[in-house]
């Protein structure tokens, strides 16, 4: 599996856009980049994921590059029920998850 | 659909004793996962099965550490003799053919 970094936390305005960048610069090529998060004390819950293009859904928006070696996920209103561990896993079936420390969002009022 | 089920929610047992953790995972789902976590290591995975068949144990970290999955409605954890490293937070997911996982809440298991 490709190791993915993350910054460690972030901030964000409440209602404004919150971009988490993932850097995965060994991914290969059948191996999708997905994003789960964790907000405190519940499990993880999946967000998004995506292999090439870019992706939207309900909850975000997956941007990756063309060389795919990384990728930004948008949560376009941040609100406080956003604030999460938020985890970017490049895995090619979606078995073998291995959550690194993913990177703290704090949506703040 | 209830989500993914898990029992018991909290658990404090003393240290040498047997520890069962259970999981319902979401009906029609035909993998599922069982994770821990704690603040040390994050989340690992420990276990998946798929259509009731344990794939990938590569992640139980000993021999006192098992899992089983009787029908594809039910999944134990079972822990012998139970030790105070051990305290964590176990999950359990399940997911169908497809991307998503589904987490359950969680058990806090406690070792004394």
């Known amino acids: 599996d490709a190791k993915t970094t993350q910054p460690t936390s972030m901030d964000c305005a409440e209602g404004r856009a919150a971009n988490l960048p993932c850097n995965h610069s060994?991914?290969?090529?059948?191996?999708?980049v997905y994003w789960y998060r964790q907000i405190h004390s519940q499990g993880p819950q999946y967000i998004i994921h995506?292999?090439?293009n870019n992706e939207t859904n309900e909850m975000a928006s997956l941007i990756i590059t063309e060389d795919r070696k990384s990728s930004t996920l948008i949560l376009p209103h941040a609100t406080l029920r956003d604030t999460a561990v938020y985890y970017c896993i490049a895995e090619y079936n979606n078995n073998d998850m291995r959550f690194g420390a993913g990177t703290r969002l704090t949506v703040k009022p | 659909d209830a989500g993914v089920i898990q029992s018991p929610r909290h658990e404090v047992t003393e240290m040498g004793q047997e520890v069962t953790l259970r999981c319902k995972p979401i009906s029609g789902h035909d993998y599922l996962f069982w994770y821990r976590q704690t603040m040390m290591r994050g989340l690992e995975l420990l276990i998946y099965?798929?259509?009731?068949?344990?794939?990938?144990d590569s992640g139980m970290p000993e021999d006192r550490f098992s899992a089983k999955m009787p029908n594809a409605s039910f999944s134990t954890l079972k822990i012998q003799p139970s030790e105070p490293r051990d305290s964590a937070v176990y999950f359990c997911?399940?997911?169908?053919?497809?991307?998503?996982?589904?987490f359950g809440p969680g058990t806090r298991l406690t070792v004394t």
């Open positions: 099965f798929n259509n009731n068949v344990p794939i990938d």
């Open positions: 997911a399940s997911r169908p053919q497809g991307h998503e996982q589904y």
């Open positions: 995506g292999l090439k």
């Open positions: 060994t991914i290969s090529g059948n191996e999708y």
